[in-house]
């Protein structure tokens, strides 16, 4: 069958290492929504198309222009002239110069959030409280603990409790040198994620324990002006209908346990 040719803008560093110069996504899509679709990629993983823009997942290729039709084709991706984009969040030079941004665009932000309804209930209450004593005591088995009881937590193509472990890890790879996501931790972090979860809810998370993450959760990570944080919150805070709020309240917290504060 002869593919559809399908012009790129962006994606990924990582990604486009991994799916090399001429890359082709056969078959059926896993799933299909009204400005996104996620196919099984080549090397094994997650990939989704979606409109111009900032990329919406690590995974994420930035399309040219958006055609829906897409579902129905089998796709040659042209990857030529596609801006390549370091979505990794490495540690800080200075914890203190880059947390301090964070913890004001974090503060500004949150009166006006809505995260999931899922993330009050009692069981995500009490493992948003476990994390938190984990991160603030360094304590890798009781992150772990608290983290499998968050994975997959809620409703949705990506679960509450899977944003908000996203955004406690890009803290801690900003703040905290990776910790707990990297060696014995880590593997078993990601080995939680294999049938705990949706789909996409795994894929986030397995690059959010290596440290990559969205192009505005990158952002504001990586941000050490008080202004690219806060326009970076607030283009964080618009994705999903409350993927963004849930990934922020993550972030909030792991601040606040970071600094030995409530969160």
Do not use: K
């Not at 099984?40 to 690590?58: I, M, N, Q």
């Not at 005591?137 to 994975?151: T, V």
């Not at 996409?200 to 440290?211: D, E, H, P």
């Amino acid at each position: 069958m002869i593919a559809t040719r399908i012009r790129t803008r962006a994606l990924g560093m990582e990604l486009a290492a991994r799916l090399g110069a001429a890359p082709r996504l056969e078959g059926p899509p896993l799933s299909v929504f009204t400005r996104a679709i996620n196919f099984a990629a080549p090397h094994g993983d997650l990939v989704t198309l979606h409109g111009p823009g900032p990329l919406a997942a690590p995974f994420a290729i930035a399309l040219a222009s958006w055609d829906a039709d897409l579902a129905n084709a089998d796709l040659a991706l042209d990857l030529d002239g596609a801006r390549r984009v370091d979505l990794t969040v490495r540690p800080a030079r200075d914890g203190a110069l880059a947390r301090a941004p964070l913890v004001a665009a974090l503060a500004e932000t949150r009166a006006t959030l809505h995260p999931a309804a899922g993330l009050s209930s009692p069981r995500a209450r009490a493992a948003r409280a476990a994390l938190a004593r984990a991160v603030s005591r360094r304590d890798a088995d009781g992150f772990l603990e608290a983290a499998r009881a968050l994975i997959g937590l809620g409703e949705g193509l990506t679960p509450a409790g899977d944003d908000y472990l996203v955004g406690t890890l890009a803290v801690l790879h900003r703040l905290a040198g990776g910790w707990p996501a990297t060696g014995v931790t880590g593997r078993a972090l990601r080995a939680c994620t294999a049938d705990a979860t949706t789909t996409v809810g795994a894929a986030f998370l397995r690059q959010a324990i290596a440290g990559r993450f969205s192009e505005p959760l990158r952002d504001l990570a990586m941000t050490e002006s008080p202004a690219g944080a806060r326009a970076a919150a607030a283009a964080l805070a618009r994705m999903g209908a409350t993927s963004g709020a849930d990934t922020l309240a993550g972030m909030h917290a792991a601040l606040q346990a970071l600094m030995g504060g409530p969160a």
